[in-house]
């Protein structure tokens, strides 16, 4: 029973440009397993393999190397018309020519199922998604947003044993993007589907995901729960992609008991707790993100000159430069706090239990 | 109802838009100019035909028609063209629907190749497959005689013939049409079929085949108007089979009737015209492809060995026979006398260098002062109907496109009558041949200049009044380097058109302006094949190395963009 649902092992996709004959790695050895009903993204910037990845998943690419297992049955050489997943489109690839009704039933069509099953399991999946009553509509003529649930609905009422989402809310204004984001995340945890989602917005990742999986070229670079990681991410790759913007600072391991770890930066010394993996002389990069700097106007472990303010009304957004560099800081509540002006001089203080430390290598 | 609002409020704005006009003079001379010139040589000519054939002792009158259709061997005529042109348009569909198919769609080798072979008949005479049809298959002809000993006889004369040739010269316009209909479609569109469980043939059947109806419709339309156009083929391999092209051209130049072939002519643009306006206000309209920022990914190809290798076969197969036709051309103009002396001889270029220099000069001159009047004028028009707001402008668009629908043999029995009389006596001049090309490929231009200016921003031409331009200047600087591209595909393609034109500028030529065309189609008359094939080749190079220079001039000054004939409508015969 501890088999994964959805398992990918050393999945490596190469292709050969059609220019020069130069081999591009698109995807290098790729390993996750998925629960049934989980929800998992892969994020990262475009081109790191996040979309090649989910297209051989949904048999539209063919690994070079590597194996796809779902429920146990290894998937590789099926085709995608005889997968057992539906992928909802970036661009939503409704079919023009179909209204709303033909478009969803068309999969439930293909396995000649009875036309009154058809037609019951249509309505019943436009109602979920909110589009009751308007089968007959052409789809030319919707919103993007009712595209999108066209789309899902497309996908979803075929019951496939993954759903695969290719961006889907890039299309779509903000709003409609922050509101279809709830949506699929309610839908999808009602009837525990499991799903992959592919994106580029961090933030859609953080709500939606049980897990993200943070790629960059072609390479996994971490898995974990959106706490995970943004609290400790395993490279300066995911600490930088994560997160609006991020401070890092480099220090040196001095000193390394059990339970305890001396960093040295700026010529102070400070204690860690909970990187047991360290030893002296290490040399280790400080995530430290705008909120868990504080800033005060008397004393601090350093002192600095505010150099640009930016007041977004629930937080205010400094940058100050201190000890030749410039930092990130974010404040919330400047009503009780107060803000700072332009040329003003600071202290910083970190909160030294929320900073992360990364291991160099 | 919206109509007629549309139409009140049209009229509402008159006179603001000519209070405007007022104020920028040059801008109101350009109009007034284009519209001269557009009434005097489209307009005009058309005209003059319509009177001819309507007008009896100065009363409209039906009467020449009743005369017409009374005749077996004037409705015969009518009912061949559009049976031809019916069926050259469905079998010309279906060959480019094969190759567009098999390029988009299949992952077969060699797609280069196939890509240019299958658009080589554009820049070819057209009609350089006849020619080639009596080379192989004549009396004397290659595999007739050659190869199976005149066992069987073939009888290029007439239907089949016609077909074949007219089916190999005009199924390029259906290849590009269909190329970029299949290229358009979104392919996750043809991935969601897959997805949703569709096999590879229910892909094909319920999603890329309904896509591409329109761009289908569209194709056979177009080339049953090129069919219908056609005066070269039939001139050459009509036979007893007679046409509507070629019987108004005989029925004038031979029987000195110029009444019955005026009334010829417009039976021949009654089909053209609605085929245009089907083609143009109907079908385009229910096209679905349209164009939805990037597409998502790469297309999935077939890669089946079975279906993959069938389909290159099939292609292969086509390809090969294009190239024994235009490749048996090519072997014709080497040899001594085809059919008796096959030696091989460079005689029939002495020939055409010396005895037909005059032809190949007059028609390098001819096409290079046209080419450039052409392009610059359709750019012109281009932007009058995108950017400015005048009285008129939807009829100047409908006008300057109206050469795309009517059929070169009418054009050039206009031409004739327009202009054989004062106050515009232009007969025997190299004017009226210069006009005619101007004209004829005019909307070309505006075509592609129209397609192009749409995709522009206003606000970039805005921004050039606003530093203080005029309409002038800003045109002058701003828009035409903007649209250099299309501009420069647009006088390549007019070029081709005025190198290989025959079916209307035959009216015009005369003693002292003579055209290669015209030379090739009296040494097949005279039965010198081996000639015709030199001029013919002779052609081909000389529009290879125009669109050689021209791209050479692009590549110079246009950032390296490629000429291509992308616009189908641009392919619109002669």
Same mark, same amino acid.
């Given at each position: 029973?501890?088999?994964?649902? !959805? ?86 690839? +409704? ?30 999946? +436009? ?41 889907? !809310?890039?299309?779509?204004?903000? &709003? ?9 995340? &309610? ?20 709500? +939606?995901?049980?897990?993200? $999986? ?72 400080? $995530? ?9 106007? &008397? ?12 007041? !977004? ?7 100050? &430069? ?40 | 109802?919206?109509? =007629? ?12 838009? /000519? ?10 001379? *350009? ?10 040589? /489209? ?15 100065? %009363? ?9 259709? =009374? ?8 009912? %061949? ?52 049809? /009596? ?61 949703? *469980? ?55 130049? *031979? ?48 890669? %089946? ?21 235009? *490749? ?22 002495? %020939? ?80 009226? /041949? ?36 005029? =309409? ?103």
């Amino acid at each position: 029973m501890n088999q994964a649902y !959805l398992e990918i092992k050393n999945l490596t996709k190469e292709f050969v440009s059609d220019y020069q004959e130069e081999k591009v790695v698109a995807v290098k050895d790729f390993n996750l397993e998925m629960k049934k009903g989980e929800f998992i993204t892969l994020l990262g910037p475009s081109g790191c393999g996040k979309t090649t990845t989910l297209r051989m998943i949904g048999g539209f690419e063919s690994p070079t190397r590597g194996e796809i297992f779902l429920d146990r049955v290894k998937i590789n050489d099926i085709p995608a018309n005889k997968r057992d997943t539906c992928m909802v489109f970036q661009s939503y690839a +409704l079919f023009p020519h179909m209204n709303i009704f033909k478009n969803v039933a068309y999969g439930l069509e293909l396995r000649k199922l009875p036309k009154a099953e058809v037609k019951e399991r249509v309505e019943k999946i +436009l109602d979920l998604v909110g589009l009751k009553g308007l089968g007959n509509r052409p789809v030319g003529q919707l919103s993007g947003g009712q595209q999108q649930r066209v789309a899902l609905a497309r996908a979803m009422v075929n019951e496939p044993k993954v759903l695969l989402f290719d961006e889907p !809310l890039s299309n779509l204004d903000a &709003k409609l993007r922050f509101r279809m984001r709830i949506f699929i995340r &309610k839908i999808q945890q009602e009837f525990n589907i499991t799903s992959v989602y592919v994106t580029h917005d961090q933030e859609e990742a953080m709500t +939606l995901s049980d897990r993200i $999986v943070v790629m960059n070229q072609g390479e996994i670079e971490q898995i974990g729960t959106p706490q995970e990681i943004y609290a400790r991410p395993r490279t300066k790759f995911v600490a930088d992609f994560i997160g609006k913007q991020t401070n890092f600072l480099t220090g040196k391991v001095v000193g390394a008991a059990e339970g305890k770890q001396e960093v040295e930066f700026w010529n102070k010394t400070f204690s860690f707790k909970g990187y047991d993996h360290l030893k002296g002389g290490d040399k280790v990069t400080l $995530v430290i993100r705008p909120e868990m700097i504080e800033l005060s106007a &008397k004393e601090g472990i350093c002192e600095g000159e505010v150099t640009l303010v930016t007041y !977004l009304g629930s937080e205010v957004n400094y940058e100050v &430069k201190a000890n030749h560099q410039a930092f990130a800081i974010q404040v919330a509540n400047p009503l009780r706090k107060g803000v700072f002006r332009v040329g003003e001089k600071v202290c910083l203080n970190f909160d030294l239990n929320s900073i992360y430390l990364i291991k160099e290598q | 109802m919206i109509q =007629s609002k549309r139409f009140a409020a049209y009229l509402k704005r008159i006179p603001s838009d /000519i209070k405007k006009l007022l104020k920028e003079p040059f801008l109101l001379t *350009g109009i007034l100019l284009v519209n001269v010139f557009l009434f005097l040589f /489209i307009v005009l000519p058309l005209f003059k035909i319509f009177q001819l054939s309507f007008e009896v002792e100065g %009363h409209f009158s039906l009467r020449i028609f009743y005369e017409l259709m =009374s005749k077996s061997y004037n409705v015969r005529p009518l009912i %061949h063209s559009l049976t031809l042109g019916t069926a050259v348009a469905i079998l010309g569909t279906l060959i480019g629907f094969i190759f567009a198919y098999a390029i988009t769609r299949v992952d077969i080798p060699w797609k280069r190749f196939f890509s240019v072979t299958a658009t080589f008949p554009i820049i070819a005479p057209p009609f350089m497959m006849s020619l080639s049809a /009596i080379l192989l298959f004549g009396k004397q002809g290659f595999v007739s005689k050659m190869i199976l000993q005149n066992v069987v006889q073939f009888k290029i004369y007439g239907f089949y013939g016609l077909l074949v040739v007219e089916t190999l010269t005009y199924f390029s316009t259906a290849y590009l049409t269909l190329y970029g209909v299949l290229q358009a479609i979104d392919p996750a569109l043809e991935d969601a079929a897959l997805d949703l *469980g569709a096999s590879k043939g229910k892909v094909f059947r319920s999603i890329t085949l309904p896509l591409a109806t329109p761009g289908i419709a569209s194709a056979i339309l177009l080339i049953f108007s090129q069919s219908l156009a056609d005066f070269g083929n039939p001139m050459i391999l009509a036979g007893n089979y007679t046409i509507l092209a070629t019987q108004a051209y005989l029925t004038i130049v *031979g029987m000195y009737d110029m009444k019955g072939g005026a009334a010829l002519a417009i039976l021949l643009l009654i089909p053209s015209l609605i085929a245009f306006c089907v083609q143009k206000y109907w079908v385009s309209r229910k096209s679905y492809v349209t164009v939805t920022g990037k597409p998502s990914s790469t297309r999935i190809k077939m890669d %089946h060995p079975v279906t993959k290798y069938s389909i290159f076969g099939l292609c292969l197969i086509l390809a090969s026979i294009i190239f024994l036709f235009y *490749g048996m051309v090519f072997f014709g103009s080497l040899v001594k006398l085809w059919g008796v002396n096959h030696t091989l001889t460079l005689n029939n270029y002495r %020939h055409v260098f010396t005895v037909g220099w005059e032809f190949i000069k007059d028609t390098l001159l001819l096409s290079s002062i046209a080419t450039p009047i052409a392009g610059i004028l359709g750019m012109i028009i281009a932007f009058l109907v995108v950017r400015k707001q005048f009285p008129g402008k939807r009829l100047m668009e409908l006008v300057s496109l109206l050469t795309f629908a009517v059929p070169g043999t009418v054009v050039g029995i206009g031409y004739i009558l327009a202009f054989n009389q004062p106050p515009l006596v232009l007969t025997g001049t190299a004017a009226i /041949i210069i006009l005619l090309f101007i004209f004829r490929d005019l909307a070309v231009g505006v075509q592609t200049g129209i397609a192009e200016l749409q995709q522009i921003d206003p606000s970039i031409e805005e921004a050039s009044t606003d530093l203080g331009a005029d =309409s002038a200047r800003t045109f002058r600087k701003i828009t035409l380097p903007l649209i250099t591209p299309a501009f420069y595909s647009g006088l390549a393609f007019t070029f081709v058109k005025c190198m290989t034109a025959i079916s209307a500028v035959i009216f015009v030529v005369s003693g002292k302006w003579n055209l290669i065309t015209v030379a090739i189609l009296g040494s097949v008359e005279n039965s010198d094949l081996a000639q015709a094939a030199a001029f013919s080749v002779v052609i081909i190079i000389f529009i290879l190395l125009a669109l050689w220079l021209i791209q050479f001039l692009v590549d110079r000054m246009g950032g390296g963009r490629k000429i291509k004939f992308e616009k189908p409508e641009a392919i619109q015969s002669i």
